[in-house]
């Protein structure tokens, strides 16, 4: 089970996946959206030390954002405190404000970027655009690929772009490697569009909420409803949201029952049967889970995914309980339709 810190070492067993030529990621992603406020207070070095932790442990991958307050400067910290001869990998995002999207523009946001972080290349830029009305969003791209051409970026990405907007951008001929969205066993929606037609292009999935804040764990199994206020981090209170759209908390009862007895037959924890499940899925890559650096780990549980493989009966019984559920497609729509 999880962890609190603690000064031991282990030196687990961490599965490796190639994302793109000379990209070779974690299949579960430590997610930094944790060090940006609303979870809890983060000290910087502590959050370092922890980082370090993460790297022993071959936990190597980190997916963080321009907007997730400290994140960027956080992993310039840890390489220097590391060296820069140990590898990781650090997966940003670049979010603009809707606008126009001139080559300053996002030169300028770019360089602030590889500043922070202390390095001339980033391993993956992943995009996001907040507004489809506004088709700035094809400059922007048209941009970064020059960076790219400059090398100041590695490979592109996107994040919670719906399947109609990466064909558009396919169209235009932009390479893209993932895109990163909302996939857990509440939120399929990714299978219906996306998943065939990046199959077809070869684009890979990289996912979060597969967690769902930490919902999908034993600490809500057999619990009442939860009330808004005891909802701790941004994290929870967003999943709630999803869990009540989804079904409502009678309906995720008997889901983290059916979790339960399965996690109990492979002797693991609900949290490695929920990021199982979607790790198995066609085109996903991996599975971001959140850190609260220096806060709370849990490294030795989340490794033990390595271990658990999951047969058909397994996943009859979670199909049968989301089969009850409202189909979000039709209620959000294609992915990334929760931020628009
Ligand atoms: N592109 C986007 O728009 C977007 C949006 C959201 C998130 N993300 C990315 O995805 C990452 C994940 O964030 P998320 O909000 O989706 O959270 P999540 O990964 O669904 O949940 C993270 C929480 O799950 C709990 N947890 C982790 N391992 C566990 C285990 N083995 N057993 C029990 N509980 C466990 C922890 O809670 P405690 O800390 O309370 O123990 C942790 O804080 C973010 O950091 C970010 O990098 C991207």
């Not at 959050?47 to 400290?70: H, R, S």
């Not at 929920?274 to 066609?282: C, E, G, M, N, V």
């Amino acid at each position: 089970m999880s962890e609190k810190i603690s000064d031991k070492n282990s030196h687990l067993s961490i599965e490796k996946t190639i994302l793109a030529d000379d990209l070779k990621i974690c299949k579960i992603l430590n997610g930094m959206w944790q060090v940006a406020g609303g979870h809890g207070q983060i000290d910087s070095e502590s959050a370092v030390n922890d980082m370090e932790k993460y790297q022993k442990c071959g936990f190597t991958t980190w997916d963080l954002a321009d907007i997730y307050g400290p994140a960027e400067s956080l992993i310039g910290n840890f390489r220097r405190k590391i060296g820069k001869d140990i590898k990781f990998q650090a997966l940003t995002k670049f979010v603009p404000n809707p606008g126009p999207m001139s080559s300053s523009i996002v030169t300028h946001y770019i360089d602030q970027s590889l500043k922070k972080m202390d390095t001339d290349c980033i391993d993956l830029l992943q995009f996001h655009w907040w507004d489809y009305n506004n088709v700035s969003y094809l400059d922007a791209l048209q941009h970064l690929s020059k960076l790219q051409n400059e090398q100041k970026i590695k490979h592109l990405g996107l994040t919670n772009f719906d399947t109609e907007r990466v064909r558009i951008i396919i169209e235009k001929g932009f390479k893209i490697v993932s895109n990163q969205v909302q996939y857990s066993i509440l939120d399929q929606r990714s299978q219906k569009l996306m998943t065939p037609f990046f199959v077809k292009h070869g684009i890979k999935i990289l996912t979060y909420g597969t967690l769902l804040g930490g919902f999908f764990s034993e600490k809500y199994l057999g619990t009442d409803e939860p009330h808004r206020t005891e909802l701790t981090t941004s994290s929870l209170q967003k999943y709630k949201n999803m869990i009540d759209v989804w079904g409502g908390w009678q309906l995720f009862q008997e889901l983290l029952q059916v979790l339960d007895s399965i996690a109990k037959k492979y002797q693991c924890s609900i949290a490695n049967i929920a990021t199982r499940f979607i790790l198995d899925k066609p085109q996903v890559a991996g599975v971001i889970i959140g850190t609260r650096l220096g806060i709370i780990n849990h490294r030795d549980d989340n490794a033990k995914v390595f271990t658990v493989k999951l047969d058909p009966d397994d996943i009859s019984l979670i199909d049968e309980i989301t089969a009850k559920s409202n189909d979000l497609f039709k209620v959000i729509g294609d992915c990334g339709g929760e931020y628009r």
